[in-house]
Antibody, heavy 123, light 111 residues
């Protein structure tokens, strides 16, 4: 059974940093691209970032480019999102999602999702 | 990159069929066969229902089907059931620097 468990969310002041983690199990982690997708309270879904199986291809939404950094550790079956210079508009539930293919060009689809970790940016 | 356009709400009676549209441009929906659909119940994570326009993952009911014509993709739910009441989102690969774009979301109500 595929399991994706996010952690690291919380309340943070504008301009500060936060690092999210996603622990994966139930599939061969280093065969697949991984993604972060967020959902602001009461709003729709927004793709944030994706990383290919070997970290060779990385992509970001324009809204987070230059502030967020995605990474993965295949030895630990883990995905990360380093979020810097956080803004109020980054407040959202952040989902870790398993890609349907090994690369992010194209993204393809999000086969499985975690339950999300809530990030609240407020003073 | 603007979100793909979906109707805010669609409703139907049990047993009926409904169709949700997802309109983009030639840079996303119209340009690639990488349209997916997701179902999200309140307080739950999204679930993949359709990928690559018309393919169903294992375990998804064959009451769900997808198609595409030009810049518009569609999700059809046939034999509508109470459990189908949820929010539905489409998504598509895009040639813009933001690689994937979601739709605005559609709330499906079973009357």
């Amino acid at each position: 059974e595929v399991q994706l468990v996010e952690s690291g969310g919380g309340l943070v002041q504008p301009g500060r940093s936060l690092r999210l983690s996603c622990a994966a199990s139930g599939f061969t982690f280093d065969d697949y691209a991984m993604h972060w997708v967020r959902q602001a309270p009461g709003k729709g879904l927004e793709w944030v970032s994706g990383i290919s199986w070997n970290s060779g291809s990385i992509g970001y939404a324009d809204s987070v480019k230059g502030r967020f950094t995605i990474s993965r550790d295949n030895a630990k079956n883990s995905l990360y999102l380093q979020m810097n210079s956080l803004r109020a508009e980054d407040t959202a539930l952040y989902y870790c999602a398993k890609g349907g293919r090994s690369d992010i060009f194209p993204v393809g689809c999000f086969e499985y999702w975690g339950q999300g970790t809530l990030v609240t940016v407020s003073s | 990159q603007s979100a793909l356009t979906q109707p805010a709400s669609v409703s139907g009676s049990p047993g009926q069929s409904i169709t949700i549209s997802c309109t983009g441009t030639s840079s996303d929906v119209g340009g690639y066969n990488y349209v997916s659909w997701y179902q999200q119940h309140p307080g739950k994570a999204p679930k993949l229902m359709i990928y690559d326009v018309s393919n169903r993952p294992s375990g998804v009911s064959n009451r769900f089907s997808g198609s595409k014509s030009g810049n518009t993709a569609s999700l059809t739910i046939s034999g509508l059931q109470a459990e189908d009441e949820a929010d539905y989102y489409c998504s598509s690969y895009t040639s813009s620097s933001t690689l994937e774009v979601f739709g605005t979301g559609t709330k499906v109500t079973v009357l």
